[in-house]
Each structure stands twice: as structure tokens, then as C-alpha cells.
């Protein structure tokens, strides 16, 4: 089993839609979640940490639920620019090392 | 802010020669670095946590004589491929911790912007 599992996609979605991303995580000692973004053949950016509380940075919305060890991303009102690759991140063991899904990559059409 | 940047963003060589990817935090100190490897359409890999005026450690399945990890300044960590071939053509990525900004965990880790290697 994957340390951290995300459907691959693609999700082809309109402009203005709102799509949702899942992942799964499989090591209960981690402590840090995030959201990065990676477009083609460039390095990933952090989009978002995930709070358990959950938390919301404009159109994204982050949710966790430790208890399930799953992850969730909320878009709203897709952008063109929001067309990349989303992977889900943890780190392992409580240490600073990352631990990445495959991603799920977006295509947000006009 | 901090930057970590990677030399070269391309390299393309010959199967069997060797070859170094240079990772450096920019303004900023950084005892530990991590070098990630990425294949086509798969996530990204930790392969090793490079650390300052240590031996780096390796993450299972990973050859540590093969990819050669040397952090010999608080600045810099270099990752050498030898004896590159065909299969170890890839997308390799460093990224450090800048421990001395405040901020969360996600908010202080910086990623190189990545070195293509390809093996002819």
C-alpha cells in the first residue's frame, strides 16, 4: 500500500466549477499535512498547510480527519490557471522528511 | 525570502560518466537536505537526507554508492549520479528546512527548482 494514495485523475472540470480532491494517508505519526501545487516539469509549491480544524485560503479549502487518515481539497470556481497537478503531502514520521501522492492532475477548460 | 536553488535545471550525458547536481540555500543555514527524485507521471521519491558534516542517510532501495550525497557547508549539498544509465534519467529535486523562520512547517520548507537529468 501507497504511504499516500490520491486518484490520478485527470478531472476535467468547466470554468467556474467546483471540484474536490481526496488522499489517504497511511502513516498515523505524522503530524504535518499539506497541499502542493506542481505544474508541468516544474518543482511543487505549497498551496496550503491542513489543519484539523480545516481551513480555507480564498477558493481552496482544506480539510483533515485524522481519525480516517484522509485529506480532502476543496476548489471552488475553477480558474484556467488552475489547471496543474495537486499532491497531497505528509510528512513522515513527525520528521521533515515528505512524503508525496502521485497527485491528481486538474484541466479546468474555458 | 529564502531560496534554495539547483545546478543545472538540464544536464544530459553520456550512459556510464557521472554527473553532479549542486543544491544551495540561499540565504539561509540548513543542517539537513533532502533529495527527491521524480520519473514521469509519478510522485515525487525521497531518496536521502543529506546532512551537514555527516554521512547522509538513504532511504530503502536507494544505493548509497550510486548516488553520491556530500554536505559540506551549511549552504550547499551535492548529489552525484555515477556511473549514470538510461534508467537513472529523472527529475531531481533537493529541498531544505529554514529553521531560523518563524512560520509553520509547510511555510518553511523550500524546494529547488529541480534538475532534469538524461542518460543517452
Known amino acids: 500500500r501507497k504511504e499516500v494514495e490520491q486518484d490520478p485523475g485527470p478531472f476535467n472540470v468547466p470554468e467556474g466549477a467546483t471540484v474536490a480532491f481526496n488522499c489517504t494517508y497511511s502513516?498515523?505519526?505524522?503530524?504535518?499535512f499539506f497541499w502542493y501545487r506542481q505544474d508541468c516539469r516544474k518543482e511543487p509549491k505549497l498551496l496550503m498547510s491542513v489543519y484539523s480544524s480545516g481551513n480555507e485560503d480564498g477558493r481552496f479549502t482544506a480539510q483533515l480527519n485524522r481519525a480516517s487518515q484522509y485529506i480532502s481539497l476543496l476548489i471552488r470556481d475553477s480558474k484556467l490557471s488552475d489547471s496543474a497537478t495537486y499532491l497531497c503531502v505528509v510528512n513522515k514520521d513527525n520528521t521533515d522528511k515528505l512524503i508525496f501522492g502521485t497527485g491528481t492532475r486538474l484541466q479546468v477548460f474555458p | 525570502g529564502a531560496v534554495v536553488s539547483q545546478h543545472p535545471s538540464w544536464v544530459i550525458c553520456k550512459s556510464g560518466t557521472s554527473v553532479k547536481i549542486e543544491c544551495r540555500s540561499l540565504d539561509f543555514q540548513a543542517t539537513t537536505m533532502f533529495w527527491y527524485r521524480q520519473f514521469p507521471k509519478q510522485s515525487l521519491m525521497l531518496m536521502a537526507t543529506s546532512n551537514e558534516g555527516s554521512k547522509a542517510t538513504y532511504e530503502q532501495g536507494v544505493e548509497k554508492d550510486k548516488f553520491l550525497i556530500n554536505h559540506a557547508s551549511l549552504t550547499l549539498s551535492t548529489l552525484t549520479v555515477t556511473s549514470a544509465h538510461p534508467e537513472d534519467s529523472s527529475f531531481y529535486i533537493c529541498s531544505a528546512r529554514d529553521l531560523g523562520s518563524t512560520g509553520g512547517f509547510g511555510n518553511t520548507i523550500y524546494f529547488g527548482e529541480g534538475s532534469w537529468l538524461t542518460v543517452v
Open positions: 502513516n498515523s505519526a505524522s503530524q504535518s
